[in-house]
């Protein structure tokens, strides 16, 4: 497919260009972490979704590339806005189920390269897919310890869309749950959405899991899910995700 060698192209080129997007914490209303997503600014095409290419990649066996190239573009930034504005900030990190089951040795690299900069393996967190628990192996679980033995926190992504089996929960070490963003649309109108937040944030809890909201949009949302004991959101009310650049400027102005 065209796309592929194009893929490899824009790795080379630079086309590829890591925004990121605030996750602020609701007790506190300040912007204590951001997640890092990436875009494909094709010199013809404009701009292309990861939803497209994120794909392609896993496929032609660039992914681990792009995520290795995500991971620098934060290790660049995390430094300055830990130092600056926000000594525990955080970035957070999207990892296929694909990429996520490679080299074990790469998430080490990781470490080695934040503990080079002067920084903790809590500066960053990898979001992961509650289809990749699925798989129920030792490897998964043996590797979901080795980051939390190095610190590097761990994020359950777009929760309660997959095959949720609410077992993997106590088997495997996350520190976040991210409510997907189906569940907070209708928070102010769907009494059903209303009912499984509350109870996925007071379960979280109860686990000693933090809990993100994601696609939050609007004021009452957030009241909603402030009321509800929810710990972080992320979403359009807040920022959309930008440029590097741009983002610390949000950052600035909360000083
Ligand atoms: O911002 P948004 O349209 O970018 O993201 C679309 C999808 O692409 C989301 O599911 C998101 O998790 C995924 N995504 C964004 N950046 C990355 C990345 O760096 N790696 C992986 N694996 N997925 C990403
Ligand atoms: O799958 P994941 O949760 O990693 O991807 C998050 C996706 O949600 C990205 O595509 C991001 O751009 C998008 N997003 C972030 N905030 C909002 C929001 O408030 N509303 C909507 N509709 N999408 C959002
Ligand atoms: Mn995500
Ligand atoms: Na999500």
Redesign the pocket.
Known sequence: MRLTSELRTAIAEQQLEVHFQAIVSLASGTIDKAE???RWQHPQLGMI???EF?PIAESCGLITQ??DY?FQQALLWIKKWRSRYQSQFQIS????PM?FQSDTTRYLNWVQQLHQQGLPGQAICIEITEGLLLDASTKISQKLGQLRDAGIQVAL?DFGTGYSSLSYLKKFKIDYLKIDQSFIRNLSSDESDLALSEAIIVMAHKLGLKVVAEGVESASQSEILSAAGCDFAQGYLFAK?MPAEQFEMLLQQQQ
Do not use: H, R
Request: no cysteine.
């Open positions: 890092a997503l990436i979704s990861p939803v994120i792009i995520g995500v990190i999207n990892q296929s990429e992504d995700p």
